[in-house]
């Protein structure tokens, strides 16, 4: 589990309320250190009376924002590695 604020604290123990619908938000601080943007899918586990919560891995490359701002190309899980050979051999598949 992951802790986040003042060590001391049992910081990772924050409490929302589910609306109706049965959502709920996941708040600020837990969303930053997932590093959960909106749309992203998370995946949901029982282990004895505790909801865990996980992002979901990606099956597809997907564009995120690098250092600097700049757009990076981030491979999923399990992925091949991106070698000059194998980009070449993409492009050349290429039509």
Do not use: C, W, Y
Not at 56 to 84: C, N
């Amino acid at each position: 589990m992951t802790r986040l604020g003042k060590p001391g604290k049992n910081s990772a123990v924050n409490s929302a309320t589910i609306s109706t619908k049965g959502q709920l938000v996941i708040p600020n601080r837990f969303r930053k250190a997932l590093h959960l943007q909106a749309g992203e899918k998370v995946s949901f586990s029982l282990e004895g009376d505790k909801l865990i919560l996980q992002r979901e891995q990606p099956k597809r490359a997907r564009l995120v924002r690098g250092k600097f701002g700049r757009p990076v190309l981030v491979a999923p899980p399990g992925a091949p590695a991106m070698t000059p050979e194998r980009v070449k051999a993409i492009l050349n598949e290429l039509p």
